[in-house]
């Protein structure tokens, strides 16, 4: 198994997470597939579209979906895991705080400057952006997207596939629904 980086979506969430893997230093080659775009923002060249996946499987045995749209990005990484031997990576920021209590499951971006703090659970596909906090003992559904600076208040539940926007304080509900915890690919 080699040590290299395939990222769908070469947008600026794609720039966001190479940036995020150049700095957790564990990769020794990252690239881009991206079913729109030849290039990144920055100027790299992707080498193929999501078509292209199973093949680049040889060169690739680590990948993330770095997509803003969750169900775009939850549908992906469900295809990566039924359909090819990719290992989907979480990007955590070495920059970002994430408690030693904490679970982050596959696929999920953790960016700089994030608290993720004691018992929470961050689940499949979620990214965790710049300055959020998420408070002790809240759990973040499948591909919930914490914006820039916004927090989850302590002991929350957030629903699969939410986004908290930017400077937003979510609230703990009283109860939450089994459908809203998990993603549901028939919505």
Same mark, same amino acid.
């Given at each position: 198994?080699?040590?290299?980086?395939? $990222?769908?979506?070469?947008?600026?969430?794609?720039?966001?997470?190479?940036?995020?893997?150049?700095?957790?230093?564990? =990769?020794?080659?990252?690239? =881009?597939?991206?079913?729109?775009?030849?290039?990144? !923002?920055?100027?790299?060249?992707?080498?193929?579209?999501?078509?292209?996946?199973?093949?680049?499987?040889?060169e690739y045995s680590n990948i993330i979906v770095a997509i803003g749209n969750p169900d775009v990005?939850?549908?992906m990484l469900k295809r990566i895991k039924e359909e090819t031997t990719y290992s989907?990576?979480?990007?955590?920021? !070495?920059?970002?705080?994430?408690? !030693?209590s904490a679970q982050i499951m596959?696929?999920? $971006?953790?960016? !700089?400057?994030?608290v993720v703090h004691t018992g929470c659970v961050i689940a499949a596909g979620c990214i965790i952006s710049a300055g959020a906090v998420i408070? +002790? %003992?809240s759990v973040c559904c499948e591909g919930v +997207?914490?914006?820039?600076? %916004?927090?989850?208040?302590?002991?929350?539940?957030v629903p699969a596939e939410?986004? $908290?926007?930017?400077?937003?304080v979510y609230k703990k509900k009283a109860t939450a629904s089994t459908e809203e915890l998990f993603f549901d690919p028939q919505k």
């Open positions: 198994m080699n040590k290299n980086l395939l $990222i769908i979506g070469a947008g600026t969430y794609g720039v966001l997470a190479s940036e995020i893997a150049k700095d957790v230093g564990c =990769f020794e080659k990252i690239d =881009f597939v991206d079913d729109e775009r030849k290039n990144t !923002p920055n100027g790299i060249d992707v080498v193929g579209t999501t078509r292209d996946i199973d093949e680049l499987a040889v990005r939850m549908s989907v990576v979480s990007l955590v920021s !070495p920059k970002a705080y994430v408690s !030693p596959s696929g999920c $971006i953790i960016e !700089p400057l994030t408070n +002790h %003992a +997207h914490v914006d820039c600076n %916004a927090t989850v208040e302590g002991y929350c539940i939410t986004k $908290i926007c930017s400077g937003e």
